[in-house]
């Protein structure tokens, strides 16, 4: 398995929209191994592919505790078609916005439907981490990052901040 690259912002791989995974086959499995790798090694709960300059809609996602079981979720395809209209903040981090928080509203129950890299259907009810997680992920799949809910100011604050130290 190989470690990949994860692109930080203002990369403008992370602005685009990604296309929907049409066939799955030995590549995209690779793909989703290394991307799953990766988000280890950072270390983070969730990556989706356009972060490591693959615009397709995929993304893996682990947020089990440490010393737990590990639960990794690879999801091809994932849409959210259900949402809960009671929502939650939570401080929301990023890998391709590395040391950078901020508080984020979203829903607090989502239901995901997704085809697994065997080309299953599945759906998961999530709520907790998990439904931010998904929610954040699926996201960065139409171009948008954590911090494109903040305002202006505050985003070109944190954008200057993460181009300060990949300088470093
Ligand atoms: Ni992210």
Redesign the pocket.
């Known amino acids: 398995m190989t470690i990949l690259n994860i692109l930080t912002v203002p990369n403008l791989d992370l602005k685009k929209k990604c296309s929907k995974v049409e066939k799955i086959d030995d590549e995209v499995k690779k793909q989703l191994d290394d991307m799953l790798e990766t988000m280890y090694d950072a270390p983070?709960i969730?990556?989706?592919a356009p972060?490591v300059g693959l615009l397709k809609r995929m993304v893996v996602i682990d947020v089990s505790k440490d010393g737990e079981e590990k639960r990794p979720y690879k999801m091809i395809n994932p849409v959210i078609i259900e949402k809960s209209t009671e929502t939650d903040f939570y401080d929301?981090?990023?890998?391709?916005?590395p040391d950078q928080y901020a508080s984020i509203e979203r829903a607090k129950e989502v239901t995901v439907q997704y085809t697994d890299e065997n080309g299953k259907q599945q759906t998961e009810h999530a709520k907790g981490l998990f439904a931010i997680c998904i929610q954040?992920?699926l996201?960065?799949l139409d171009g948008k990052?954590?911090i494109d809910y903040l305002s202006q100011v505050k985003r070109d604050m944190i954008i200057r901040r993460v181009k300060k130290m990949q300088r470093k």
């Not at 929301?92 to 916005?97: D, H, I, K, Q």
């Open positions: 983070g969730g990556l989706a972060q929301e981090g990023c890998l391709s916005v954040h992920e996201d960065h990052v954590f």
